[in-house]
Nanobody, 128 residues
Framework: QVQLEESGGGLVQPGGSLMLSCAAS????????TAWFRQAPGKEREFVSA????????FYADSVKGRFTISRDDAKNTVYLQMNSLKPADTAVYFC?????????????????????WGQGTQVTVSS
């Protein structure tokens, strides 16, 4: 059974940093594409970042580019999201999702339907 478990969320002041973790069990992260999505109150879930199964290609939403970094530790079977220069607009529940990297992944990686497993999410609140 595949399980994804997010952790690392919390309350941080604007300009601060957090590192989110997505620990996978049931299958290796090195064989699947993994993404982070987020959902703010009253809004739809939106794409944040993704990494391909090879780990060689990484993608970011324009709103987080230059501030967030996705990475992976295959030995720990964990994907990370380092978030710097946080803004109140980053407040949301953050979810990690994974799925097979099909040939059209590079077209649809921003869409939730591309992925078939996700965790329960971790709350990130950016406020002074």
């Amino acid at each position: 059974q595949v399980q994804l478990e997010e952790s690392g969320g919390g309350l941080v002041q604007p300009g601060g940093s957090l590192m989110l973790s997505c620990a996978a069990s049931g299958r290796p992260v090195s064989r699947y594409a993994t993404a982070w999505f987020r959902q703010a109150p009253g809004k739809e879930r939106e794409f944040v970042s993704a990494v391909t199964w090879s780990g060689l290609r990484k993608f970011y939403a324009d709103s987080v580019k230059g501030r967030f970094t996705i990475s992976r530790d295959d030995a720990k079977n964990t994907v990370y999201l380092q978030m710097n220069s946080l803004k109140p607009a980053d407040t949301a529940v953050y979810f990690c999702e994974d799925g097979r990297e099909t040939p059209d992944f590079y077209v649809y990686y921003r869409q939730e339907g591309t992925y078939d497993n996700w965790g329960q999410g971790t709350q990130v609140t950016v406020s002074s």
